[in-house]
């Protein structure tokens, strides 16, 4: 029997009259080229969960054609124009409704403050897609890993400070019209945080990243609150979800701080 006259039993009507919200595929790796805010070809690993809304009549969707859309082509995308790929999954499926989840890596290269040398900082991204009845909906989040140094502990201190590495989270959605880019968002988080940082670095780097720590002291809730101000004052901006995470390296417990707003 050819493939043709093989029965087609997730095209099968279904008579439960339930709606499934999403179906599809969860945690599939495939290779993307993710582009940059400077138009440059970042190569990385996607992992994807790829889903529809299923109709209450039909009883199964085609698992297969969410690969087969990562396989057609190079995997090749920016921020601005991930909505194709959520459209392609829309069109394909036959569905009014489609989600996109993707994380990723992505790598970009920094020089150090003192010897300019220069090295891969990589950072967690998550891009999500909706698609509605043709409107698509782009946001992203990203994981800023940076310095913070607490102000009490310099302040009651005779010598020294304790510090600790932070993860700041920023999820943003751009407003209709405007253009935000992933950059946008670890600028800021590495530069309200009381130092950012590199993957090498030399001993008069070392020095002034110390250094620039020690002048930049700042809580957990100082973190959130600076880069808030700066949330709420963009207009590319109309939704953030912000988050600050302290690894105390005097408990045995992180410091953590949240502010989200819908503008």
Do not use: W
């Amino acid at each position: 029997m050819s493939a043709s006259n093989l029965p087609d039993t997730q095209n099968r009507k279904d008579t439960r009259k339930i709606v499934i919200d999403k179906v599809g595929i969860k945690d599939i790796s495939h290779p993307i080229i993710f582009i940059d805010r400077e138009s440059n070809k970042v190569p990385t690993i996607g992992n994807f969960t790829m889903t529809v809304t299923l109709p209450e009549h039909v009883k199964g969707t085609h698992m297969s054609r969410f690969v087969e859309i990562l396989n057609d082509g190079p995997c090749e995308f920016s921020v601005h124009n991930f909505d194709r790929i959520i459209s392609k999954v829309s069109s394909r499926l036959n569905s009014d409704m489609a989600h996109i989840k993707l994380g990723f890596m992505f790598f970009r290269k920094k020089k150090a403050p003192a010897s300019g040398v220069e090295s891969m900082m990589d950072y967690q991204v998550t891009l999500y897609g909706l698609i509605n009845k043709g409107t698509p909906e782009v946001m992203m989040k990203v994981v800023v890993p940076v310095t913070s140094l607490c102000p009490c502990s310099k302040s009651i201190s005779k010598y020294g400070a304790h510090n600790q590495r932070s993860h700041i989270t920023i999820k943003a959605r751009a407003a209709i019209g405007k253009k935000l880019d992933l950059e946008d968002l670890i600028d800021l988080a590495e530069r309200k945080a009381s130092s950012e940082l590199f993957g090498v670095l030399k001993r008069d780097d070392e020095k002034v990243v110390t250094e620039r720590a020690y002048d930049n002291p700042a809580f957990v809730e100082d973190l959130v609150r600076d880069i808030a101000i700066e949330l709420n004052n963009d207009e590319k901006i109309n939704y953030y979800r912000l988050e600050s995470e302290n690894f105390e390296s005097i408990h045995n417990h992180s410091a953590y701080a949240v502010i989200e707003n819908q503008k």
